[in-house]
Nanobody
């Protein structure tokens, strides 16, 4: 089992940047593929980005492609989401998730963090 804790959320103006972090503890972090998801009020949780165990494969939602970058540091047991050119529609609670297989749907991730709020003002 792995425990996940997100940080780095906050309030930012449109066009600004934030970097989210997700620190893992428990079993070997490098065994897990990692994903970022987000959930806006009244909406379903949606996929944002995912990265495989070694960091050599990444996937992005079309809505964030070219603006967001997912990366990981297995030595630090941390996965990051660098968010540039933020838009008001990026406002949501952002969650990191872990599982053994790289996936882009929330149903395939068994381990979740508690989330961190990102608010983008116009």
């Amino acid at each position: 089992q792995v425990q996940l804790v997100e940080s780095g959320g906050g309030l930012v103006q449109a066009g600004g940047s934030l970097r989210l972090s997700c620190a893992a503890s428990g079993r070997t972090f490098s065994n897990y593929a990692m994903g970022w998801f987000r959930q806006a009020p009244g909406k379903e949780r949606e996929f944002v980005a995912a990265i495989n165990w070694s960091g050599t494969s990444t996937y992005y939602a079309d809505s964030v492609k070219g603006r967001f970058t997912i990366s990981r540091d297995n030595a630090e047991k941390t996965v990051y989401l660098l968010m540039n050119s933020l838009k008001p529609e990026d406002t949501a609670v952002y969650y990191c998730a872990a599982d053994y297989q790289l996936a882009t749907t929330r149903y395939e991730y068994h381990y979740w963090g508690q989330g961190t709020q990102v608010t983008v003002s116009s």
